[in-house]
Nanobody
């Protein structure tokens, strides 16, 4: 089974920062768009950020200007740098690896809690 290995979640204070990481196998990572999605209690899952294999990025409106997605192809790892965190950023964050017509894989999710 394909596993997306996530790390970096945790508890931070409002205004703080976290960096999430997600690693995949080389064969998956090199041909996938990688993304981060999140789901807060009582809300639908939403796009946080996505980066294509070519390096193009997309962000959800609520995180633009605060979050940055990047990928390190040598490490087969995608990162999500989260700055100026707000309580409303609290959610389970899921790593995603997507290749049209081939696969759509998800990580187990990592909890991010922003609270004082």
């Amino acid at each position: 089974q394909v596993q997306l290995v996530e790390s970096g979640g945790g508890l931070v204070q409002p205004g703080g920062s976290l960096r999430l990481s997600c690693a995949a196998s080389r064969s998956i990572f090199s041909t996938s768009a990688m993304g981060w999605y999140r789901q807060a209690p009582g809300k639908q899952r939403e796009l946080v950020a996505q980066i294509t294999s070519g390096g193009n990025t997309n962000y959800g409106d609520s995180v633009k200007g605060r979050f940055t997605i990047s990928r390190d192809n040598a490490k087969n790892t995608v990162y999500l740098q989260m700055n100026t965190l707000k309580p409303e950023d609290t959610a389970v964050y899921y790593c995603n690896a997507w290749r049209a017509y081939f696969w759509n894989y998800w990580g187990q999710g990592t909890q991010v809690t922003v609270s004082s």
